[in-house]
């Protein structure tokens, strides 16, 4: 009988073994390989040498490099403002409907994800293109009259980023809303508060954490997405993720590729640490 | 319980004999061909199938980086025959991942035109057989440009604002601005490339797209009214829209050549070497060529060659010899390029 009860729990390191494998094999391994390859040296033409090297770090403190970072960042904070003024309404106002259109607007949210992102994007080449649909639609009535050159800016860019990011945005300050204990707001209201002091004192409040982890959730992808740059900028658009594309596929230099991607996983990690330390929360609401 | 382990046991065994059944089958005559997507076609994979009764597996990279670091992963192995560019044979060479040819094996050796062989690569026409050789050119639309585009200089012009199309492609772009300069695609002068650099801040408001696949399609549709595209691009350009007008820059023309090469492990050399001779057959060569757009290096494939081509795909020995390759420069040079396209990059937006 005893001996009957403690079986199984002598055995459980044996379903554990595999995550802890899966997480070590794929996760840390290639992480220590790319911290490693940061540090050697580029070899002239080919490949690199296992020679000790900071080269590749003091490379990213030359200008042109510092600049595509704040490019990036930039490019991060004007996508998580607008998604964050877009999505916070939209959020606010799905957890508020009835149950039934709750579905409808959550399958809504989530359909585009059906579909390949890179298909999603040459959806709105077609859009902004000269002579495209919405030159088309403007020249019609009459708002423009010759096509406008939408298409290979920034603002093109940032329309797309906007646009697959939104998503995210949207369901983290929907968790958060619809968690919310609604007699709160009755309370304040009740104690003479106008709509707005009560939205701003109560609601603002206590879906802070799921703005945070909204902004936290659109910010980071952000910085590594390139080709949305790629495909709506025209190659114009140089984000980190895609210098760090062209250090590995034209340039061949390996080290200051991982170098690059060293300091952006701290860059990010970052900004974790900064939202952990505001929210005090360790979870990321709205992540399905 | 034990009957259940037993089923499962049965059930792991069925799959694992299934696994081996599905290879015991008879050995079937393979070739591992490894390109760019759609760079062979099908056609013409199809006509060897049915000829040799080899099956043609076709992977495809998209850089040629990629293809190295991959086939250095392989040490060599596991590809049979590879086409890939001139600059990155010579890597593959001197990393020992490429095989000498056995000439006797490819009997239309003979075939291909001597002033497609010889080149930095291969200087004693050993390892490769040329494919795909291309010139970039600029090619404008009269219609939509005002003055007379001469060279890489005209992109400058200050009429071609936010109008020009040009390949993402570090060197080239880096390239034509020394052209301009009246130096070499490879000068590892680094005041020079700093001074190509600087001048090359001045293209950005000119240009209106970087892109390193169809640019050609934007110049068709209106997007840019001038571009500078490679062979095949500006083969498809003229297809599209015969109006369409082709400089060859007179501050000198850039030349490249993809090759055949056969890996120095491959698993199927006999096959390999069957197919660069299949390659290499006049009316082959012809077919290859009038699809995928780039210059004929083949002697034999000329008489067969679509009327429309005989003239865009057969060049004189001229235009090659003054044609320059782009090589590898110093870790200097190198470095710098990447620097200054970089600032280039930023300075587009």
Known sequence: MKNNIHKPKSKIWMTILPMYLFTIIFIAGPLIYMVALSFMTKKDVWGVVAQFSTASYQKILKPVYMNTFIQSIKLSFATTIATLIIGYPFGYFMAKLSERYKKLVMFLVVVPFWTNALVRMYGWIIIFRSNGVLDHILMKSGLTRTPLKLLYSYPAVLIGMVYSLLPFMILAVFSSTEKMDWSIVEAARDLGASRLQAFLTITLKVTLPGILSGIILVFIPSMGLFFIADILGGGKVMLVGNLIRDQLFTTRDWPFAAALSVVLMIVTSLFIWIYRKITHVKELEGIL | ?349
């Open chain 2, 1 to 349: 319980m034990k009957g259940k382990k037993i089923v499962a046991v049965l059930l792991i065994m069925t799959l694992a004999v299934s696994l081996l059944t599905g290879c015991s089958g008879k050995k079937k005559e393979v070739l591992n061909l490894y390109t760019w997507a759609d760079y062979v076609p099908q056609n013409v994979i199809d006509g060897f199938e049915k000829q040799t009764g080899i099956k043609v597996n076709y992977s495809n990279f998209e850089t040629n980086e990629e293809m190295l670091a991959k086939l250095e992963n392989t040490k060599g192995g596991d590809y049979d025959v590879v086409i890939a560019s001139d600059y990155i044979i010579k890597i593959a060479k001197e990393e020992g991942l490429v095989s000498e040819l056995n000439k006797e094996k490819i009997k239309n050796y003979q075939n291909i035109d001597p002033i497609y062989q010889g080149f930095f690569y291969d200087k004693d026409n050993k390892y490769t057989v040329p494919y795909a050789p291309g010139i970039p050119l600029i090619v404008y639309n009269p219609d939509q440009v005002k003055i007379d585009i001469t060279g890489y200089e005209s992109l400058w012009d200050p009429s071609l604002k936010d109008s020009v199309g040009i390949m993402d492609t570090e060197r080239v772009v880096n390239g034509i601005a020394l052209k301009t300069l009246g130096q070499s695609f490879n000068t590892e002068d680094l005041t020079m490339i700093k001074k190509a650099g600087d001048k090359l801040l001045k293209l950005a408001d000119n240009i209106r797209i970087l892109s390193q696949d169809q640019t050609q399609d934007y110049l068709i549709s209106g997007e840019i009214s001038v571009a500078f595209l490679f062979t095949s691009q500006v083969a498809k350009a003229l297809k599209a829209n015969p109006k369409l007008k082709v400089v060859y820059p007179k501050e000198g023309l850039g030349f490249g050549v993809d090759s055949l090469f056969i890996s120095s492990k491959a698993p199927n050399s006999d096959n390999a070497h069957s197919f660069l001779n299949y390659l290499l057959e006049g009316k082959v060569g012809a077919k290859v060529s009038s699809q995928i757009y780039y210059l004929c290096p083949n002697k034999a494939s000329y008489e067969f060659l679509p009327k429309e081509f005989q003239k865009s795909l057969v060049i004189s020995a001229d235009d090659i010899t003054n044609g320059e390759f782009i090589q590898d420069v110093g870790k200097k040079a190198t470095d710098l390029h990447n620097e200054i396209y970089t600032a280039f990059k930023a300075a587009l937006n």
